[in-house]
């Protein structure tokens, strides 16, 4: 298909949610990192879709993208979203809420990027416009519950008795938006907020941020390493250390520590290598390098859930709770533990 810039004539109009189709016709907001990548991932690895329709603030980026895999570019957000079937949101933090709200407006099944929102109100709004539509139409992209290591994690708890501890290890190679502790929490650690929510089935209780010494390309009055401490409602531990300018390489582990005996999930993505009198193994530069499959199958989970009518993975309300629990974090920092009032979930979200 050759690229059409935006017209009348070349508009598809907006297909009926319920007729049935083989192919979704995806529009993707954001063509920066993630969304270049889903849209490739969507192009060539994913069944049951196509990319549709492109739009970036950068207009050259998405057209580049777009004469690539053989998509159009949409003129604005409004018209991306009328003319697809389903919609990518790929765009900075704080449009997420904004562009989620105009997508559940035009009843768009989205997968939006995580965070829903940086800010609690923003979060919230998408939930309740959610609930008053009364369909759950936004997937959040907490990737990590499609991580084979993540879900093989989660399968073996039952071996290990009653999970007391969690210890996480989140690092980056460097901060990819720059460096603010809020940040760190907000957007980076907020996978570790999510992803030990689901491994354990269970809500958070309380959350402190301890601070220490900072490394050299920590910019003044902010915090890199962080330790970030959470207890469940059942009592459990959470401990993540959250080093957004680790240098070295990107690496996520994490280890249950039960009361029969303890699972970790670690290394074992990678292959060792012996040579050369050392022992070890290569590190990505970044997330990509890490996630790259579990981002297909929440792909994959995605669209094959659209087609019937459902969402995938985490919900709007998963989203809500993350956020919550990043701010009551940043709350904490020169605090002692913060207390997590949590909402009261409403019926929409009573199934998984
Ligand atoms: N799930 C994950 O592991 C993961 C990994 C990376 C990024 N993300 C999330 O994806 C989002 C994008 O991250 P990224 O690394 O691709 O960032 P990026 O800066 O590479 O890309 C963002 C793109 O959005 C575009 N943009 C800016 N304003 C816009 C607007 N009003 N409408 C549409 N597009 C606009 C920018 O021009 C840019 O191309 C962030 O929210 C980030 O948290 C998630």
């Known amino acids: 298909m050759g690229r059409t810039e935006w017209a009348a004539s070349a508009r598809p109009g907006p297909r009926c949610l319920n007729a049935r189709v083989d192919t979704l016709r995806i529009g993707i907001i954001g063509t920066g990192n993630i969304g270049t990548s889903h849209a490739r991932s969507l192009h060539h690895e994913v069944s049951g879709a196509q990319i549709a329709w492109l739009y970036d603030a950068d207009t050259a980026?998405?057209?580049?993208?777009?004469?690539?895999?053989?998509?159009?570019?949409?003129?604005?957000?409004a018209r991306l979203i009328a003319s697809s079937d389903a919609v990518v949101i790929a765009s900075p933090d704080a449009l997420h809420a904004e562009q989620a709200l105009m997508c559940l407006d035009a009843q768009r099944p989205t997968l939006c990027e995580k965070p829903l929102a940086p800010t609690v109100a923003q979060a919230q709004?998408?939930?309740?416009?959610?609930?008053?539509?009364?369909?759950?139409?936004?997937?959040?992209?907490?990737?990590?519950?499609?991580?084979?290591?993540?879900?093989?994690?989660?399968?073996s708890l039952t071996t290990i008795g009653?999970?007391?501890?969690?210890h996480n290890v989140h690092r980056n190679s460097y901060a990819p938006y720059g460096l603010t502790t809020s940040g760190t929490l907000t957007n980076s650690a907020i996978h570790e907020i999510d992803i030990n929510r689901w491994l354990l089935d269970d809500d958070y209780a309380t959350v402190q941020v301890v601070t220490g010494r900072s490394g050299p390309r920590t910019p003044e009055g902010e915090f890199d390493p962080i330790l970030?401490?959470?207890?469940?409602?059942?009592?459990v531990l959470v401990e993540v250390e959250a080093f957004v300018n680790a240098t070295y390489g990107y690496e996520v582990r994490c280890e249950v520590v039960g009361s029969e005996g303890t699972v970790e999930m670690g290394d074992g993505a990678y292959l060792t290598r012996r040579s050369e009198r050392a022992i070890g193994h290569d590190l990505p530069e970044l997330w990509l390098g890490r996630f790259e499959d579990a981002y297909r199958r929440q792909l994959q989970a995605w669209v094959d859930a659209t087609h019937r009518g459902r969402t995938s993975g985490a919900t709007a309300w998963d989203g809500l709770l993350a956020t919550l629990t990043a701010n009551a974090a940043v709350a904490s920092?020169?605090?002692?533990?913060?207390a997590i009032e949590l909402p009261i979930r409403p019926a929409l979200y009573a199934q998984p």
């Open 61 to 77: 980026r998405a057209s580049q993208l777009a004469d690539e895999l053989g998509a159009n570019v949409a003129p604005d957000v």
């Open 125 to 155: 709004s998408v939930v309740d416009a959610e609930v008053d539509l009364g369909r759950r139409l936004i997937s959040l992209g907490f990737m990590r519950r499609f991580d084979p290591g993540y879900v093989a994690l989660k399968d």
């Open 162 to 166: 009653d999970p007391l501890i969690v």
């Open 228 to 235: 970030i401490l959470l207890t469940t409602c059942r009592g």
């Open 333 to 338: 920092i020169g605090h002692g533990p913060h």
